[in-house]
């Protein structure tokens, strides 16, 4: 079964083409970074724009990159929640159009869904159930993975989400955007135990995260130091910051697993690329007799394959979408609607 799929969730307009959920036949990314880095974030209305110009030339390009055509297509997968309302509507619309002309079925998925489903892609051994840390620029969550279908969140961010901490402080550090390559980048280059940030673990039975607290001490520490006209090593920050993070992303990931008795780990997310999370979550889970799957980096980041593949299995289980499929900026984990 090939699906072609669309994410445009946000400002990345991406088009795919998998084979039964798990094959990889074309996946295009057109990335707005460069349009976004000015303004040190992403303009939903420029996003949107951006995915109307784009989205039938990365089409077009899916398909002769395969050399297949529309009639080679069993169905349409799209990314129809969450996200920015106004870009979701616009790979929505077309996801619609195609599927409807060329009578087809029809698939919503499940944005964060579909990055769990990224490591389907990369490793055909896996299957549920397992659980997985989704960490992106707006979401951190701790999802138990039951089967293709049935997904269980465990812990989530009380506030600010891993990705967003990354960005915020990139800003105030003058590294630019986005927040999470760049604090990476800088802190190989520093001491991660020049400065003691906090680590919020909350409540010890329970798997929520919160990074607010540690981003205001970041913005206190800077703001003292620029108060008594004391030196700021910008490295020494970042990887301060980005090792209180870690670390609380493996301990409370960790302790899960332990919890549930889930001997298999996956992550996922933009923020899964990190190297440091990923060199310490594997020291953890070798520690504890884990086994732990991440996707590469091209997978981590927003990208239609990961759509195709959560497709593919909604499909399977659910069945197809109906033309009435709308667009949800908060749609929930394990929720069509």
Do not use: W
């Not at 986005?178 to 906090?198: H, L, R, Y």
């Not at 090792?243 to 409370?252: F, Q």
């Not at 997978?299 to 289980?317: E, F, P, Q, R």
């Amino acid at each position: 079964m090939k699906i072609l799929s669309i994410e445009t969730s946000c400002d990345e307009t991406s088009v795919a083409i998998v084979e039964d959920g798990r094959k990889i036949l074309t996946n295009r990314i057109y990335s707005q970074i460069p349009i976004h880095q000015k303004y040190g974030g992403v303009v939903p209305e420029i996003a949107s724009r951006n995915h109307v110009t784009k989205l039938p030339y990365i089409i077009d390009e899916a398909l002769a990159e395969t050399g297949l055509t529309l009639k080679d297509i069993d169905a349409i997968g799209v990314a129809n929640g969450p996200g920015l309302v106004g870009a979701l509507l616009i790979g929505l619309s077309a996801a619609k159009a195609m599927a409807y002309s060329l009578d087809i079925p029809l698939i919503g998925v499940h944005h964060i869904e579909g990055h769990i489903a990224a490591n389907f892609l990369q490793f055909p051994e896996l299957a549920p159930p397992f659980l997985t840390l989704v960490v992106s620029g707006g979401h951190s969550h701790l999802v138990l993975v039951k089967d293709y279908e049935t997904f269980e969140v465990l812990g989530k961010t009380r506030d600010d989400a891993a990705g967003e901490a990354f960005d915020k402080v990139s800003r105030v550090l003058g590294l630019g955007y986005p927040g999470g390559p760049a604090i990476d980048k800088a802190a190989k280059n520093g001491n991660a135990s020049a400065i003691p940030f906090p680590r919020a673990f909350l409540d010890k039975d329970r798997f929520d995260f919160s990074f607010s607290g540690l981003k205001s001490a970041v913005l206190n520490y800077l703001n003292g130091k620029k108060m008594k006209n004391e030196p700021i090593v910008v490295n020494d920050v970042a990887a301060s910051f980005q090792t209180a993070v870690v670390d609380v992303l493996v301990a409370k990931t960790i302790a899960c697993a332990k919890s549930i008795n889930m001997k298999t780990i996956c992550i996922a997310g933009g923020v899964s690329a990190n190297s440091l999370l990923r060199e310490k979550m594997t020291a953890a889970a070798n520690d504890e007799g884990f086994t732990l799957y991440y996707p590469e980096p091209i997978l981590c980041t927003d990208n239609a394959a990961m759509i195709g593949s959560m497709a593919y299995y909604n499909y399977v289980n659910r069945g197809e979408s109906g033309l009435n499929l709308n667009a949800m900026p908060g749609l929930k984990i394990g929720t069509r609607s």
